[in-house]
């Protein structure tokens, strides 16, 4: 009898473990994994991972790089891991973010004929967004922005920091943050918590005061930009755009935008690339409601960093013109990866082209270009978090 019931009571529990187990939620997908096609060739896509150690400074890319004729690139700092951001403070020192290996803020540092590397921040998760301004370094994470005041003097002990806005959505997916202060407003995005939902008070591009108050939206639908500028000219805020993921291999090209007005809305979740509404949220909506991009930057381009040129090294031809970084497709079988150069058209258009090439070797990304920095003396410096480097642009001699 003993040995009956402890087989029932085996066979109860063994019931009752198969039935909480069946009950038990499958796991939750990642948000860049929602909308995947089922297909073998999808399933085996996933965001690029970057490099744990930066790459030596022999092993670079800079060699295969190719640009317009009379320009040169060189490599500029090398070793400088997960480099996104990049800012000018005084006396010369180049600030430089990170994003998800890297978690600091670097400062590059003139001596003599040599460049020292210090880390600033440190530990500090998704240290992405930089400005710098009056002597006062602005940082932006997934979670808060924070002011450190009198950075120049501070490199090796930046102390606390005066924080400005902690009410940040935080998350994963599109969180990190790109900074540009214009007319003393801090302007900063809030990109989709996904890849497509319906993004409530996310994707948008807000500004604050500095001492940040008075947070207002300058722009919707934007699903996820980290790289945007302001045109000396005009004033207009334009910025890049990536697109959705999974449509297909081909569409939805990211976005060139420009904002032309107040209370903008540029098409996201319920239009892509200004022409194709999304098959999910795009019943009911017609693409005519919303701003069209101001020239397309390719499928999954993975576009970034951009900056208008306002040196007076290269040619008259770039004078005022957008540079833009395409950090490459991770979602797309053939990848590619440059940095581009745009020019408005003065009617909300805009003509984009290749100008430094060679990130891409074999199918396999050497580098990445993320964003820019116009130098005092008109050259030009290119990010690189795949590497961890840093490549100067010149003309001339």
């Known amino acids: ?18 039935a909480a187990s069946a009950q038990q939620a499958p796991a939750e997908e990642p948000g860049w994994a929602k909308g995947r096609p089922k297909t073998e060739a999808a399933q085996r896509m996933a ?43 005084a006396n010369d020192v180049v600030f430089v973010s990170t994003l998800f290996v890297g978690n600091k803020v670097y400062a590059i540092v003139p001596k003599g004929n040599t460049r020292e590397t210090k880390t600033v921040i440190d530990k500090m998760e998704k240290a992405a967004g930089i400005e710098y301004h009056k002597g006062s370094l602005y940082l932006a994470t997934h979670k808060q922005i924070v002011r450190y005041d009198n950075i120049d003097t501070k490199l090796d002990n930046a ?37 497509i939902c319906d993004p409530g008070e996310y994707a948008r591009i807000y500004r604050m005061n500095l001492d940040g108050s008075g947070m207002e939206t300058v722009a919707s639908g934007v699903r996820n930009t980290v790289g945007f500028d302001f045109d000396p000219k005009t004033g207009r805020l334009w910025f890049t755009d990536n697109g959705r993921d999974w449509l297909s291999e081909e569409i939805p090209n990211d976005e ?45 381009a993975g576009s970034l960093g951009l900056k208008f040129y306002n040196g007076k090294m290269f040619p008259a031809k770039y004078q005022g013109a957008m540079f833009i970084a395409r950090h490459g497709p991770w979602n797309r079988t053939v990848k590619y990866a440059d940095v581009s150069v745009a020019w408005p058209d003065g009617k909300g ?42 490549y100067r642009i010149s003309y001339g001699k």
Not at 262 to 288: A, L, R, V
């Open 159 to 195: 102390g606390t920091p005066t924080v400005l806005y902690d009410k940040l959505p935080g998350g994963e997916d599109h969180s990190w943050k790109f900074l540009r202060i214009h007319q003393d407003k801090l302007y900063f995005p809030i990109g989709a918590p996904c890849n």
């Open 256 to 300: 060139l935008n420009v904002v032309t007005g107040p209370n903008q809305h540029f098409g996201y979740p319920f239009c892509h690339q200004g022409n194709i509404p999304d098959p999910e949220f795009g019943w009911g909506k017609n693409c005519s409601e919303f701003v069209k991009p101001a020239a397309f930057l390719g499928p999954h």
């Open 349 to 390: 258009g805009a003509r984009v082209e290749p100008f430094m090439t060679g990130f891409v070797e074999n199918n396999s990304y050497l580098g990445r270009p993320v964003d820019f920095l116009v130098m005092k003396d008109g050259s030009l410096l290119v990010s690189d978090d795949h590497a961890g480097a840093i």
């Open 1 to 18: 009898m003993r040995t009956i019931r402890l087989h029932a009571i085996f066979a109860a529990a063994l019931l009752s473990a198969i």
């Open 47 to 89: 965001p690029v991972p970057a490099f744990p150690i930066p790459t030596a400074a022999d092993k670079l890319p800079t060699a295969k790089f190719k640009l317009p004729p009379g320009f040169k690139v060189e490599t500029w700092a090398s070793g400088v891991l997960d480099a996104r951001a990049l800012r000018q403070g």
